[in-house]
């Protein structure tokens, strides 16, 4: 159900590849809630993705841009601008990787060179958008800024790996950052720590489906599904949020409340009985 929440708004969607992404589920009911929006990723990923498909279905342009160039930032922000005739006023990076998880390089082996590639990619590119934005004056007004995190940022989560170091950077950036924008300019920045989601970047976690098993277990409400994170992102782009800044908003279900559930417990004794059978 559309509600017209981003009626009239204009935005930059980071990250959208194909139809596992949450950005592509939030540029679909970004549509629904009538913004209008750019679509961008790097050029390789528009090579290998379908975003083609999502800009025709939402009337969105595509302006390819690798979010840790600082060129290509300024390039896709002067070209947004342009496209809408002033400013935007929302964004969502969707941005994420590391080649350490990828090679199953383990935290206390880890190749240094994709270290730094993991936090400038999932993190820094965070700070490098902010900036840009923040100097071309590129968004309105109670504008809002969202960047997709993970619990893993305070919690220490098996097979993560660096992506958690990415993770506590960036919601410390959009602390950092959001204090500054919404003093100088009434822009709001917030992360949302979303459940495990099986994306295209998530399903590349070995033991995915077995952490998905266990929080959902876990959670009173069960993992938010990636249709629900677009849901939960519409309320933070609207006017209904205008005061919600320098946050990390958990959509998780209740996972991160918990500390031991009755389904969770359940499972664990099921596991002692096999062992002790064995």
């Given amino acids: 159900m559309a509600y017209n929440l981003l009626k ?3 935005g930059i969607i980071f990250g959208a590849l194909n139809h596992m992404s949450i950005a592509w589920k939030v540029a679909e009911r970004a549509h629904e809630e009538g913004a209008e929006f ?16 999502l800009a025709e279905a939402t009337g969105s342009p595509i ?7 600082e060129k290509d930032l300024e390039e896709l922000m002067k070209k947004t601008m342009e496209h809408f005739g002033g400013k935007i006023d929302f964004v969502l990076h969707a941005i994420g990787m590391s080649m350490n998880v990828r090679k199953g390089r383990v935290y206390n082996d880890l190749d240094y060179n994709y270290l730094m590639k993991t936090l400038d990619i999932s993190a820094v590119s965070f700070h490098k958008v902010l900036q840009t934005a923040f100097r071309l004056d590129a968004i309105n007004e109670w504008g809002s800024v969202v960047a997709l995190s993970y619990v893993a940022a305070q919690r220490t989560l098996y097979r993560y790996n660096d992506m958690a170091d990415a993770k ?6 959009a602390r950092s950052f959001g204090y500054i924008y919404g003093r100088e300019r009434k822009v709001r920045v917030n992360t949302i720590s979303q459940s495990p989601t099986l994306t295209t970047a998530g399903s590349a976690v070995k033991g995915i489906d077995g952490l998905m098993d266990f929080t959902e277990r876990m959670s009173p409400l069960g993992n938010a599904t990636a249709e629900e994170c677009a849901d939960y992102c519409m309320t933070i782009f609207s006017d209904l949020t205008k005061k919600v800044t320098m ?13 031991m559930s009755f389904r969770a417990m359940k499972m664990y004794n099921k596991s002692l009985e096999i062992d002790e059978k064995s």
Avoid: C
């Avoid at 302006?63 to 160039?69: G, N, V």
């Avoid at 506590?168 to 950036?173: D, G, K, P, V, Y």
């Avoid at 990390?248 to 500390?259: A, I, T, W, Y």
């Fill in 168 to 173: 506590a950077l960036l919601e410390s950036i």
């Fill in 8 to 10: 009239g708004k204009k």
């Fill in 247 to 259: 946050q990390n908003l958990f959509h998780d279900g209740g996972f991160s409340s918990m500390g």
């Fill in 38 to 53: 750019v679509l961008t990723n790097t050029p390789v990923a528009l090579r290998f993705g379908e975003l083609d498909e």
């Fill in 63 to 69: 302006i390819p841009a690798d979010a840790t160039s």
